[in-house]
């Protein structure tokens, strides 16, 4: 067995990870992360009641309909409308979920209103005020 000189020097080299500076409150990066809390939380409604793909199915239905979005934001939802039916619930919710730069391009164009009420967007963002501003 080592002698106890070795066992501290190993503690001592433990460094636990360092959790990111929260972004300036109100900024794009800040909204992003904001974002990215919504989207978890329709994501564990998703997971729990599968059908709700079709309220994000039938947004994008009904506003392509309107035929008045611009071509980048009318590929970026039609390419959530072909995923959303075609994709499992894991990868729907991996892909709600993403926190990559790419994710958050994703949720720019996010079909997914309706599904938290006012009263869970509100709750979201407070705490996530009350963590960030605070």
Known sequence: MSDESEMHELAGAYSPPVEPAAPEP???PWHDQ???RYHRAI???????PELRGVAIENIDRWMARNDYPPGPRR??????DFLVSASVD???ERMTDPSERGH????N??????LSDAERKDIREQY???TTH
């Not at 391009?105 to 720019?108: A, K, M, S, Y």
């Not at 996010?110 to 599904?115: K, L, N, S, V």
């Open 34 to 36: 904001l974002g990215l």
């Open 43 to 49: 994501a564990e409604k998703i997971r729990r009641q």
């Open 129 to 131: 005020e009350q963590a």
């Open 91 to 93: 990868q729907i919710v």
């Open 110 to 115: 996010t079909p997914f209103a309706g599904i």
């Open 76 to 81: 970026a939802l039609m390419e959530w409308r």
């Open 105 to 108: 391009q994703r949720r720019q």
């Open 26 to 28: 109100w900024s794009h």
